[in-house]
């Protein structure tokens, strides 16, 4: 699981166990909230009955009587009220009226008239002076059943005259109780859906970083040459730069280990030859043609060392670089006529044909030096591996927004085991013409120049013969840190 889900799923568990719990406690407290409400009400209506009883006290409460006449058409009334969600038809009202002993004197049903209700605590409480209410289910299982009964004092005088109750079933209570359950839960769910959205946001937030600097690391174990991401975090920029120095460091001492352990096998022929021959030249009497022949071994290993040594400089000068210092706009095309006219005397050695083909737009920001040195090494190779009479071909053309150059020879192809190999340092296939090896770093520099212009360079061997190197360059290469290399 990553990082970013795990940091959303427990954002999103500790944002919901919040919400529940907190719904849970505020729908607990909806229920007697709203008896509550309504038990004032109820209190008010109780105390206003109790003042119109008291004046019909005199006259009694039979079944005929003002006061029960008034009541009894109050509970026939049908009613039209839309009140939120419910919709009110009929009175739901209990009342009674009992006396200073707490018997029954008047009760909606009819049939509890004369029953003694001194010990509910409504007509107890009240008769003793006390505020009185009680709430009593008809059914003990059913909680649905419950009354809420509020009783209020009737005077005569100052005398206290008996006890009116208002009873009110809970069950009128429940659909507005339902309807504030739905309504904090619909909330609740937006509530919950937008910590969603905001932990997969911080999750992104966070995450987004890490996740960039993973990814420089691998491509940083794969053999990519990038430059460390630029993170807005203090923490994380800290261990990007400190990946960076070790990486370099890393890089550094197999570089080095590298190109010590190469160039000590790629000097041990030349420095033999030239050991050789003087220790031949010291014997004392060695014929004229011998001596010639001897020095000119000892000038030809010696400009073969010299040209180890620059190229190896050169490289090395290239492969540290991350990106380049500075671009101007030249043209590829012009730059490859001029090297094409450079190499015009070593190709009639060969008698070999140069022939340039390019595309009317050609231009491109990059390091002029940089790209006469790829092509003039392109040509070297090309010129190396060719038979004699044959044809080399410098072809440049557009795919924006890329430029791609193509050199192809007519020499022999390369075999399959060393497709691989051909841009590795100091790797070189023998010359079809039975001359040395080179140093093997031409194809290596081409590939460092291409990879500063965000660029690639690759190598086929042609179905009608020959090879063809090509080098695709990126029209607009930035100069900077932060831009990683395609290749």
């Not at 491509?219 to 400190?242: F, I, N, T």
């Not at 095309?333 to 015009?344: C, M, P, Q, S, T």
């Not at 790829?374 to 060719?386: G, K, Q, V």
């Not at 080399?392 to 075999?415: E, F, K, Y």
Request: hydrophobic share 40%.
């Amino acid at each position: 699981m990553s990082l970013s889900t795990r940091l959303l799923l427990g954002w999103f568990v500790i944002a919901g166990l919040a919400t529940v719990l907190f719904l849970n406690s505020i729908l607990n407290q909806v229920p007697s909230s709203v008896r509550q409400a309504s038990e004032e009400v109820m209190v008010d209506s109780a105390n206003l009955l109790a003042e119109i009883a008291e004046q019909h006290w005199q006259q009694g409460f039979a079944a005929d009587s003002p006061f029960a006449t008034a009541i009894n058409r109050y509970l026939a009334r049908e009613l039209d009220a839309q009140i939120w969600s419910r919709h009110k038809t009929r009175s739901e009202l209990v009342i009674y009226l009992t006396d200073i002993n707490g018997s029954v004197l008047y009760h909606t049903d009819p049939q509890q008239i004369g029953e003694d209700y001194s010990q509910w605590r409504d007509v107890s409480l009240t008769l003793r002076g006390e505020y009185g209410a009680r709430t009593t289910r008809i059914d003990p299982e059913d909680d649905t059943s419950s009354l809420m009964y509020i009783a209020a004092p009737v005077y005569q005088g100052n005398q206290l005259a008996g006890v009116l109750t208002l009873a009110k079933p809970n069950a009128s209570l429940h659909p507005f109780i339902t309807l504030a359950h739905g309504y904090f839960w619909q909330r609740g769910g937006v509530i919950l859906f937008g910590a969603l959205l905001l932990g997969a946001g911080m999750a992104f937030w966070l995450t987004r970083s890490v996740r960039r600097l993973v990814d420089y690391v691998e491509r940083v174990r794969h053999g990519e040459r990038v430059s460390p991401p630029q993170l807005a975090d203090k923490e994380l920029a800290r261990l990007a730069a400190a990946t960076e120095a070790m990486r370099r460091e890393i890089d550094g001492k197999a570089y080095v280990e590298q190109y010590v352990h190469t160039l000590t096998h790629e000097m041990k022929s030349p420095l033999s030859a030239i050991r050789g021959a003087a220790e031949l030249l010291q014997e004392g009497d060695v014929p004229a043609p011998m001596r010639e022949r001897f020095l000119a071994n000892i000038d030809s290993e010696s400009s073969r060392l010299q040209r180890l040594v620059d190229r190896l400089l050169s490289l090395a000068g290239v492969e540290k670089r991350q990106t380049l210092e500075q671009t101007e706009l030249v043209e590829l095309a012009e730059i490859a006529a001029l090297e094409l006219e450079a190499k015009r005397p070593l190709a009639e050695r060969k008698n070999l044909t140069l022939q340039l083909d390019s595309c009317a737009d050609s231009s491109l920001a990059g390091d002029r030096f940089l790209l006469e040195q790829a092509i003039s090494n392109l040509l070297d190779n090309a010129i190396e591996f060719s038979l004699p009479d044959g044809t080399i071909t410098l072809q440049i053309s557009s795919s924006a927004p890329a430029l791609s150059l193509r050199v192809r020879n007519d020499g022999p192809a390369v075999p399959d085991y060393a497709l691989d190999r051909v841009f590795e340092r100091f790797y070189s296939l023998p010359r079809p013409d039975g001359q040395r090896k080179s140093t093997g770093l031409g194809l290596s520099f081409v590939r460092e120049i291409a990879r500063l212009h965000h660029g690639r360079v690759s190598l086929r061997n042609r179905a009608e013969g020959g090879v063809e190197v090509e080098m695709q360059l990126d029209r607009e290469a930035q100069t900077g840190e932060g831009h990683p290399s395609p290749v």
